[in-house]
């Protein structure tokens, strides 16, 4: 099995998948209209979708109040200070750094909703 997608109820899909495709390199590949307003949006190398969609409107978690280490998306970054810098100037909001002893870096960010991002430069990769 592969994984096709993640999925997450959001407040703004519209004004979400933007943000992540101005700022974290998505396009969206699927978008179904209307109340719902789905998008699915593919990373750089289309090898890994993302769901956003507004259903049910009254069930759309707390993304902010939530502990970043419950939920996030984690992004490889090549440079995760100037990465955070550009999410930041973008609305983000910094969480924190952590190095690790095997040389790794991650850099925990909030989307503008909320929503908790990790960038991370992996001293050694994970695949």
């Not at 593919?42 to 978690?61: F, R, T």
């Not at 902010?64 to 100037?89: G, R, T």
Request: hydrophobic content about 40%.
């Amino acid at each position: 099995m592969k994984i096709e997608h993640i999925a997450y109820n959001v407040s703004d899909p519209v004004a979400i998948a933007d943000w992540y495709c101005k700022n974290l390199g998505f396009t969206v590949v699927k978008h179904i209209p209307g109340p719902h307003e789905v998008h699915f949006l593919a990373d750089e190398d289309k090898s890994m979708i993302i769901e956003m969609y507004h259903n049910p409107p009254e069930q759309v978690p707390d993304y902010a109040s939530m502990d970043p280490l419950i939920l996030h998306v984690a992004f490889y970054s090549e440079n995760p200070d100037a990465d955070c810098k550009k999410l930041e100037e973008a609305g983000a909001t910094l969480v924190g750094h952590t190095h690790l002893d095997d040389g790794s870096h991650l850099a925990m960010l909030r989307d503008p909703w909320g929503f908790s991002i990790q960038l991370c430069k992996r001293g050694t990769p994970l695949v």
